[in-house]
């Protein structure tokens, strides 16, 4: 039973990010490739590349990029370098070539390059944080980046900045000032832009609950939610009434289920709700 629940949670994880990876492509083909946005990343590498030549396609260029630096990942960390990692690069570089070929573009879509950069920054950057909280990359420049971390001091955090930020000035002299700012701009707002998704896609909601019925609240949260909680025995400090705190974490749905009933089942219970992102535990995230 264990097996086929562990089975059905890696294809659900593989489908989501392969929904994911797809709108990161959406993103890159038909808003950044057409504006020249390089905002760091192969996808950047590939337009300038496809800017200084005309004989390989940015989209082509990306899956050889990427292909060799899966290669090169595997000879440089062998069984350590992740499968998931290996699949969202190839789907992300064989679904660009997929795009190009579909759909091949000669003009951004409209004439608003702010509008274009809002999509050239959101959809790749939703994509991308999806994917990084399913335990997955895109490969490009975090490949690198990880290069950079084994042979050097520095983490992985500013060696993919510096990467990307070498990559933003390159463009700078390939697409003009204009195009560079546009880009720059673009990049810092990706930055925020994924941290924001992924907190938002973890956020949960934990109860502290000061009841004289614990044990019909436990019945609920444990038959109803199918959570845990954690029980501590209080004291009122101004009735010295004795009573029982309840410390119960759970998703948004269930929280609004909570907050629903807990007055059905002690209308005197003192009830304090807040959110967090950050849980590490059965049920929730394994250990990091």
Not at 130 to 139: E, I
Request: hydrophobic content about 50%.
């Amino acid at each position: 039973m264990e097996k086929k629940t562990n089975a059905k949670r890696t294809v659900a994880e593989y489908l989501i990010m392969t929904a994911a990876t797809l709108v990161m492509a959406c993103g890159i083909y038909f808003f950044k490739f057409p504006n020249n946005f390089v905002m760091g990343g192969v996808s950047g590498i590939s337009m300038i590349l496809g800017k200084v030549q005309s004989v390989i396609s940015p989209a082509t260029a990306m899956l050889i990029i990427n292909i060799a630096l899966i290669i090169a990942g595997f000879f440089i960390f062998g069984r350590g370098f992740s499968v998931k990692t290996v699949y969202c690069s190839l789907i992300l570089s064989l679904a660009l070539e997929g795009l190009e070929l579909l759909f091949p573009m000669t003009a951004p879509l409209t004439d608003d390059p702010m509008l274009e950069l809002v999509f050239a920054v959101a959809l790749p950057a939703v994509g991308s944080a999806v994917v990084f909280n399913l335990g997955g990359t895109t490969g490009g420049t975090d490949i690198i980046a990880m290069v950079l971390k084994k042979y050097t001091s520095m983490n992985i955090g500013i060696s993919l900045f510096f990467v990307d930020a070498a990559i933003v000035a390159a463009g700078f002299f390939v697409n003009g000032v204009k195009t560079g700012m546009y880009s720059l701009v673009g990049l810092l707002i990706k930055a925020l832009v994924v941290d924001v998704v992924i907190e938002n896609i973890n956020i949960s909601k934990y109860f502290f609950i000061v009841t004289t019925n614990p044990e019909l609240v436990c019945k609920y949260i444990n038959e109803n939610l199918h959570k845990g909680a954690t029980l501590w025995e209080g004291k009122g400090s101004y009735t010295g009434e004795e009573k029982t705190v309840i410390m119960a974490v759970m998703t948004r749905t269930q929280a609004v289920a909570m907050r629903n009933h807990i007055k059905e089942m002690d209308p005197g219970a003192f009830v304090v709700i807040s959110s967090t992102s950050d849980i590490i535990g059965k049920g929730f995230r394994g250990p990091v």
